[in-house]
C-alpha cells in the first residue's frame, strides 16, 4: 500500500481567502479515493474556493488521480472559484503536460507565485 500524506492550510492570496492543499508521497488506487473525498469537503465547504495544489512531495500519481485532478478544477470553476497546481517534480509534470491538465490548470514554480495568480483578477474575455 502506498503512502500519501495531505495536508490543508489556510492562506490569503492578496486579499482572497485560499488553501493549500500539499501531498506528499503517493497517490494510486489504495489511497486516491480517501484523499480526493478530503478534497471534496474542502471544496464544498468554500463559498468560493481558490486553491493551490502544492504538488513538490508527491512522487506518483495514477490515472485515476489525474481524473480527481479534473472533477475538482471543474466543482471549483462552478462555484467561481480557481485552481492553480504549486511545484510539480518533472515526472508529474510530464504527466499532466500529456493528458492535457496544463493547459487548462495554470502551473507554478512556487507556491508564492501561485498565491499571486489566485489573487490576480482574470478579466472576462469578449
Aim: aromatic letters at 4%; charged letters at 25%; hydrophobic letters at 45%.
Amino acid at each position: 500500500m502506498a503512502e500519501v500524506q495531505t495536508s490543508i492550510q489556510d492562506i490569503d492570496a492578496n486579499g482572497k481567502p485560499a488553501k493549500v492543499i500539499r501531498f506528499a508521497g503517493q497517490l494510486d488506487e489504495t489511497n486516491v479515493d480517501m484523499e480526493a473525498k478530503k478534497i471534496y469537503e474542502v471544496i464544498d465547504g468554500m463559498v468560493e474556493p481558490n486553491l493551490i495544489l502544492d504538488l513538490e512531495g508527491l512522487t506518483y500519481m495514477n490515472s485515476k488521480s489525474i481524473g480527481y485532478v479534473t472533477d475538482w478544477y471543474s466543482r471549483t470553476a462552478a462555484k467561481n472559484g480557481r485552481i492553480v497546481i504549486a511545484r510539480p517534480r518533472p515526472n508529474i509534470l510530464d504527466i499532466l503536460k500529456v493528458v492535457g491538465i496544463t493547459q487548462i490548470i495554470p502551473i507554478h514554480d512556487t507556491v508564492d507565485e501561485a498565491k499571486l495568480a489566485l489573487g490576480t483578477v482574470v478579466a472576462a474575455k469578449e
